[in-house]
């Protein structure tokens, strides 16, 4: 079957295309649209579909539109309950209403896909499939998270030969992730986008009142609440671009942990339930790598393994595959992120002689760009296929030299970020152990949080944060045998098997996609080197 699957109600439209249980491609329509997290998440923009996205995703898949057996939506209207505690019932109808309508307004956009079926699958539902079908195990344990779906905001279960078993779910308005989200608003930053800059913050003070949270948020059988929060009375509201006070940091800390308490209870509670040993998890909250790493070290299960688009796109792809699983088609786990788009050789030199600047193609491409890094210049480097999801991992990324602590304030800069946010490294699988401890290795997406060894650290401070630790990508040879001997390369220069790794976008703009995307972001910012697949730009006056 040839099942599109869309993520459109809340935020991070996307799309995806799963055929005959193997996933073809995934996008998130931000890429093609270039406005970050693709609409603003407000009722009022549920209408919008990630049409780009899917067009891709059929051309991709070298289908057209009346080729589609069933779209499959990532929200199931059916299931609001807006007579809930803390929802809005106008907007409410209103989010439901675009909702059900979706079928329609996306046959507007990829006309002739009248023929093909709608399946609308429950939030949830979607974001446990994106995980435990996806996920490199089989049958497994799942546990999901967010801020919200239909009428719940978490679930817990499993699958048994392939289908979705559900354990437990959280009913609104409890939500660990608007707790998060509300946070990151108190805090003066964008909510249902930002979340990650408070956990970045929470590394910079202790948890001063994890004794009031525990008071707030607990745990109850397989499910948790969330009394109503006054966020004044432990920090003052912060504007954006105000001081960042102790207090802010010491209520993110706070927050922070208690979140990684509850987590690693309910994983308490789904071990003893299902007896797995294995572990999937999605949904906004399985984008907290701190909390990832407490719970793949402390929590009870041998293994646990993330979607790499754990936020709300990824439930295009999850919706797909529930779909097709609950079709009884052997669905096959994701191979990687890798599934945006790509570029062959020539789009790629024809780009370059569109844009008419000097370019040439590099004998040895890896030891060129250690060259590069080794001099400390940052390359912007695009290769393969785009990522789906937030991080880049190395198709879309920039990289830099890890040992000049200096390098973590140029980048912050060239990408207008905040200076407390820390940049991350990549390295060799082989080598990861070396230097990294406590969480999981191989860590081949960025969702956990690893230990810097203590002899480490003063050798490569541009990627080490305040509290120690470094969210690594660990690279496979066999996998990505190009960024391995950048790697390789790079440490026969300088020592470290190491490199900066960082996506490749400047302020408030997603990551680069297509070629010109790079191309443009490489004429706007300070990078030394862009490379395109085979070839290489220089700015000028970069010595070769
Ligand atoms: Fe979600």
């Known amino acids: 079957m040839r099942i599109l699957g869309i993520n459109s109600v809340f935020h991070d439209p996307a799309a995806a295309l799963v055929v005959d249980g193997d996933v073809v491609a995934a996008a998130e329509e931000e890429r093609f649209s270039r406005r970050k997290h693709g609409k603003q998440p407000v009722p009022f923009s549920a209408w919008e579909q990630p049409e780009r996205a899917a067009a891709w995703c059929l051309r991709e898949g070298g289908i057209s539109a009346a080729d589609v057996d069933v779209v499959a939506f990532s929200y199931e209207p059916t299931l609001v309950d807006n007579g809930l505690d803390g929802l809005d019932p106008g907007w409410e109808d209103l989010r439901t209403t675009y909702a059900e309508r979706a079928p329609r307004f996306l046959r507007t956009a990829l006309p002739g896909i009248e023929h093909a079926r709608s399946r609308f699958v429950p939030h949830h539902y979607a974001h446990a499939a994106s995980a435990g079908l996806a996920a490199p195990f089989g049958d497994c344990a799942v546990l999901t998270a967010d801020g919200r779906g239909e009428s719940t905001s978490m679930l817990a279960g499993e699958y048994r030969y392939g289908k979705l078993e559900v354990h437990a779910q959280q009913r609104l308005p409890h939500s660990l992730g608007l707790m998060y989200e509300e946070l990151t608003e108190h805090l003066g930053f964008h909510r249902a986008g930002d979340e990650y800059k408070v956990m970045a913050l929470a590394a910079y003070a202790k948890p001063a009142h994890l004794s009031d949270f525990a008071e707030l948020v607990r745990v109850a059988d397989g499910g948790f609440t969330v009394a109503p929060i006054d966020w004044e009375r432990w920090a003052p509201r912060r504007r954006p671009g105000d001081e960042m006070l102790t207090a802010h940091a010491e209520l993110a800390a706070s927050v922070q942990v208690r ?143 890890p040992g000049h602590a200096g390098n973590l304030e140029r980048l912050n800069d060239v990408k207008g970020r905040e200076q407390f946010r820390p940049i991350a490294p990549m390295v060799l699988t082989e080598r990861a152990p070396e230097l990294f401890g406590r969480g999981p290795i191989p860590s081949p997406y960025m969702l956990f949080v690893h230990d810097v060894a203590e002899e480490w650290r003063d050798r490569i401070p541009a990627v080490v944060h305040v509290d120690g630790t470094a969210r690594i990508q660990t690279v496979d040879r066999n996998r990505e045998p190009l960024l391995a001997r950048v790697l390789d390369a790079f440490a026969a220069r300088t020592g470290l098997p190491t490199v900066v790794n960082t996506s490749f976008n400047t302020a408030g703009r997603p990551m680069v996609d297509d070629p010109v995307d790079a191309l443009e972001c490489f004429g706007a910012s300070p990078i030394d080197l862009l490379v395109l697949g085979p070839f290489v730009v220089r700015r000028p006056g970069v010595r070769r």
Not at 277 to 282: E, K, P, T, Y
Not at 362 to 383: H, K, N, T, Y
Request: glycine residues 12%.
């Open 259 to 401: 979140l990684e308490e509850v987590l690693l209870e309910l994983t308490r509670w789904l071990h003893d339930r299902t007896g797995r040993r294995h572990l999937a998890m999605a949904g906004g909250i399985a984008l907290n790598c701190v909390a990832n790493t407490r719970i793949a070290d402390e929590g009870p299960f041998d293994e646990v393994w993330v979607q790499p688009a754990a936020g709300d796109a990824g439930t295009a792809l999850g919706a797909a595959l529930h779909v097709a699983a609950e079709s009884g088609e052997a669905v096959r786990p994701m191979s990687g992120a890798d599934l945006g788009r790509g570029f062959g050789e020539a789009e790629l030199a024809a780009k370059l002689d569109a844009a008419r600047v000097p370019y040439e193609r590099p004998d040895d491409l890896a030891e060129e760009v250690a060259e590069s890094l080794a001099r400390d210049e940052i390359v912007g480097w695009f290769q393969g296929r785009a990522e789906f999801g937030p991080r880049a991992l190395g198709h879309r990324s920039l990289l830099a030299h």
